[in-house]
């Protein structure tokens, strides 16, 4: 699934990965912060889209699964 930030400035640059998630049927979500996302993803600089993926053998596999559809359900 993809991640993007709603204070991305300008939002413009991220306004074509909507369109392109929803015709390849990947889940996205925005948060609202590119601070906190930039945290999340362990780095110091302010990140504006992240996108998780899982290995078979990950030990996150689940949870990563988990957050998926609980995305999927946001979607309309």
Known sequence: FI???AD????????????LCEDKNVPYVF????TALGRAC????PVI???VTSNE?????????AIKL???KLLI
Do not use: F, N, W, Y
Request: glycine share 6%; no cysteine; charged share 20%.
């Open 3 to 5: 991640v993007m930030t």
């Open 8 to 19: 991305t400035e300008p939002i413009e640059i991220l306004l074509h990965l909507p369109l």
């Open 31 to 34: 948060v609202p912060s590119k």
């Open 42 to 45: 362990g780095v110091s600089r």
């Open 49 to 51: 889209a992240a996108s």
């Open 57 to 65: 053998g990950s030990d996150l596999k689940a949870q990563i699964l």
């Open 70 to 72: 609980q995305i999927e």
